[in-house]
């Protein structure tokens, strides 16, 4: 039997975290479960909360305490839905697992958050998820022509019904045999009353990791969240691994999808994960200096600054300050206390965003030429309004280095990305973007340089060591539910530049 206490909505949701204007890529997930762990709840808000950048829209836990499935949901911050004794005190229990998230397929709304929930013949099934089935609208039109019934708009459902249809005797079989039937992007964490399940797809796109806390195993999207509950790194659950822990926390593991090369999403190390976390056995902060470092060496600059484009350009930044011998000053300083409505009305109401949440170092900058380090540019109107605030405040010279690739490929793997038509590296060659966010050089780190600075000797073309799709257009899955769009393909519909 299941409970499903929604919390009221947040309401008027703000958070200082994410950009103001929609300019930056939005990872559209994180999860986290504990099982055997004694406050389960307690565990997986907090290790939530870690994971808030994952996510901010709206949040989920669902508990079991050996009889039934409690579930409770709310539209915002974890804190603002999980931070009370009360909160936590209904949802007692030994095992628990959550979700944070944007909205992906499937858009807003609380029938949509998770963790989701199903009474299956096997009992109760409960199941979070960060990624995006590629082919979600494809097995869902399948599944209703064969009478099921959805609950929910969102992709992850049509895995509780594959699971329900299979004929595979028990609950860990059944979910083999459903996710066979998949493609796409999926980590997964699973509860039912026989234990805990986590896996990853077979080219383990999107992220998720083991740890231990006493007794308690946990599972969570990325390692910081093991920091904060206190628990212990063990490894990463592999590419297509199903890993099931009982109630006596034993674990077996098994590869149901044999081991193909793994793919994992570069944007992780470039961005979306934490720079205090591991990913793909790499500090995400040492990656990002890294990529600095490698920018610099490609695209060195004659200035008298280096400044980053805060927060998620300071690491690439340091590094590229150092190996160039050119000084690291904040230029921008941000305000942690702007608010964010999620609803963007009109390009100037973006702009405005952009204002208040950045400002001008002044007194720096004036008169210096200044070179400026971030991580991506999207759809380049936040680069062109910091860039115009650079120069009103006196810059002499106003320099961009990018550290990732032209963003010019749309994500299908559960990451929100405007349209393809949005994006600026789509649009235009180099010198049109230059021109367009008027800096006086722009430059962009190249995909081997990148590669070579998460560790690789540079991209295997053949085999690539992980997905770069959103630069590549390569993409490592097919991609089901856009062929049969009306889009047949992720082809650019024409835009002219000047009119930009
Ligand atoms: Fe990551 Fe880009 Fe691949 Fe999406 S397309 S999974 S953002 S590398």
Do not use: W
Not at 177 to 201: H, K, N, Q, S
Not at 288 to 301: F, H, M, V
Not at 318 to 332: D, K, T
């Amino acid at each position: 039997m299941a409970h499903d206490g929604f919390i009221s909505p947040a309401g008027n949701i703000t958070h200082p975290f994410i950009d103001e204007d929609g300019d930056k890529l939005r990872e559209e997930c994180g999860i986290f479960g504990a099982i055997k762990a004694e406050r389960a709840a307690a565990a997986t808000a907090l290790g939530l909360h870690a994971l808030q950048h994952r996510g901010q829209e709206a949040v989920g836990i669902t508990s079991f305490d050996g009889k039934d499935f409690i579930s409770r949901r709310g539209l915002g911050h974890v804190a603002e839905n999980f931070s009370s004794a009360e909160a936590i005190a209904e949802l007692p229990g030994t095992m628990a697992a959550g979700h944070v998230r944007y909205s992906t397929t499937g858009g807003a709304g609380l029938r949509n958050v998770q963790p989701l929930y199903a009474e299956l013949a096997s009992g109760g099934f409960a199941i979070a998820h960060n990624g995006n089935i590629s082919n979600a609208m494809a097995l869902r039109k399948d599944l209703v022509g064969r009478g099921s019934i959805f609950q929910s708009t969102s992709d992850t459902e049509v895995i509780i019904h594959l699971v329900a249809t299979s004929r595979y005797p028990t609950i860990a079989d059944r979910l083999i045999d459903a996710l066979r039937f998949v493609e796409g992007a999926y980590a997964l964490i699973v509860m039912t009353p026989e234990g805990m399940i986590a896996c990853r797809d077979p080219l383990g796109i999107r992220p998720l990791v083991m740890g231990k806390m006493g007794d308690a195993v946990v599972f969570a999207s990325e390692t910081v969240a093991f920091d904060v509950v206190g628990a212990e790194f063990i490894r990463e659950v592999e590419p297509g691994e199903i890993l099931q822990v009982d109630f006596e926390g034993n674990i077996t593991s098994s590869h149901p999808f044999g081991k193909p090369a793994a793919r994992p999403c570069i944007f992780e190390h470039v961005y979306f994960s934490r720079p205090d976390s591991i990913f793909a056995g790499q500090s995400v902060y040492e990656a990002r200096k890294a990529i600095g470092t490698q920018l610099a060496i490609e695209s060195p600059c004659d200035v008298d600054l280096v400044v980053p484009v805060p927060d998620s350009g300071v690491p690439a930044a340091i590094g590229y300050a150092q190996r160039s011998g050119v000084p690291f000053e904040l230029g921008i300083i941000r305000s942690h206390y702007v608010g964010r409505t999620f609803i963007q009305p009109s390009d100037a109401a973006r702009h405005s965003g952009v204002k208040r949440k950045h400002n001008a170092n002044r007194g720096l900058v004036e008169g210096k030429r200044i070179v400026l380090i971030d991580d991506s540019i999207v759809r380049g109107t936040t680069s062109l309004k910091i860039v115009e605030m650079m120069r009103e405040a006196g810059a002499s010279e106003v320099h961009f280095r990018v550290a990732s690739p032209p963003t010019a490929h749309s994500c299908f793997y559960g990451v929100d990305t405007p349209e393809r038509s949005k994006l600026l590296a789509a649009r235009m060659e180099l010198e049109a973007m230059r021109e367009f966010i008027k800096a006086d050089s722009l430059a962009f780190i190249s995909i081997d340089g990148l590669y070579r600075a998460v560790g690789s000797k540079g991209r295997d073309k053949a085999c690539p060591q992980f997905c770069d799709a959103c630069f590549t257009g390569d993409y490592p899955t097919s991609l089901t539910d856009l062929s049969l769009s009306d889009r047949k393909s992720d082809e650019l519909p024409f835009v002219d530049p000047k009119a930009a």
